[in-house]
């Protein structure tokens, strides 16, 4: 369940930075406020004793969120997440609010607040490339996060956590869109009697 949040989390880390309140950041929040942000994702980790990696393709709109990747269906609709298991029949569903502040349990919070929970520590330009070296303010379980953005569009990241692992995190393919249907953020009924096995934690 770690690393499911753990993969949610370097998603949301990169769509909210756009979210941020200086420099290229800028540029893009006024636009982030009022459009979808879509783009594709690959991550590994180092420095863990259970590596893992992987892929897959996000959509962002402040709160809402939807997920698609290593076999899972995560989607929030600001209020209630998702996250479905296609293969094996199961679902999970739970308030999205968490019952913690750690962004860990609730990825939407850096969305909603990046500049409540971290602090722009300095940034450095190189070959077109910016990047933003972000601290936590009440995270234990996270040293830095490096945000790059080139042409103000993140195109990578790296999460530095306390235990020594490092994630590193790639952005492709990303655009800004009006909008999308309310559907995208949850499950339907129809959908939801496909899982033979759904936990509801609300």
Same mark, same amino acid.
């Not at 698609?68 to 094996?88: F, K």
């Not at 909603?112 to 070296?133: C, I, P, Q, W």
């Given at each position: 369940?770690? +690393?499911?949040?753990?993969?949610?989390?370097?998603?949301?880390?990169?769509?909210?930075?756009?979210?941020?309140?200086?420099?290229?950041?800028?540029?893009l929040?006024?636009?982030?406020?009022?459009?979808?942000?879509?783009?594709?994702y690959?991550?590994?980790? +180092?420095?863990?004793?259970?590596?893992?990696?992987?892929?897959?393709?996000?959509?962002?709109?402040?709160?809402?969120?939807?997920?698609?990747?290593?076999?899972?269906?995560?989607?929030?609709?600001?209020?209630?997440?998702?996250?479905?298991?296609?293969? $094996?029949?199961?679902?999970?569903?739970?308030?999205a609010?968490?019952?913690?502040?750690?962004?860990?349990?609730? *990825? $939407?919070?850096? @969305?909603?607040?990046l500049?409540?929970?971290?602090? %722009?520590?300095g940034t450095?330009?190189?070959?077109?490339?910016?990047?933003?070296?972000?601290?936590?303010? /009440?995270? *234990?379980s996270?040293?830095?996060?490096?945000?790059?953005?080139?042409?103000?569009?993140?195109?990578a990241?790296?999460?530095?956590? +306390?235990?020594?692992? @490092?994630?590193?995190?790639? %952005?492709?393919?990303?655009?800004?869109?009006?909008?999308?249907?309310e559907?995208?953020? /949850?499950?339907? +009924?129809?959908?939801?009697?496909?899982?033979?096995?759904?936990?509801?934690?609300?």
């Amino acid at each position: 369940m770690t +690393k499911r949040l753990l993969t949610a989390t370097c998603l949301l880390l990169v769509a909210a930075g756009l979210a941020g309140a200086q420099d290229a950041l800028r540029t893009l929040s006024a636009r982030l406020a009022k459009e979808v942000a879509a783009f594709g994702y690959s991550y590994t980790t +180092k420095g863990t004793d259970t590596p893992f990696k992987g892929d897959g393709k996000a959509i962002v709109s402040g709160s809402c969120y939807r997920i698609q990747g290593n076999g899972l269906d995560i989607r929030c609709d600001g209020s209630v997440r998702w996250t479905a298991d296609p293969a $094996a029949g199961e679902m999970v569903i739970e308030d999205a609010a968490g019952q913690a502040l750690d962004f860990l349990s609730n *990825p $939407a919070l850096l @969305v909603a607040d990046l500049e409540g929970n971290f602090k %722009v520590a300095g940034t450095s330009t190189s070959g077109g490339r910016k990047t933003y070296m972000l601290e936590p303010l /009440n995270e *234990p379980s996270i040293i830095s996060l490096a945000l790059v953005l080139e042409k103000d569009i993140p195109i990578a990241a790296a999460l530095k956590m +306390k235990d020594g692992s @490092v994630v590193d995190f790639t %952005v492709s393919g990303f655009t800004l869109a009006a909008s999308q249907p309310e559907s995208v953020w /949850n499950f339907s +009924k129809e959908e939801l009697s496909k899982y033979k096995t759904v936990t509801d934690l609300r």
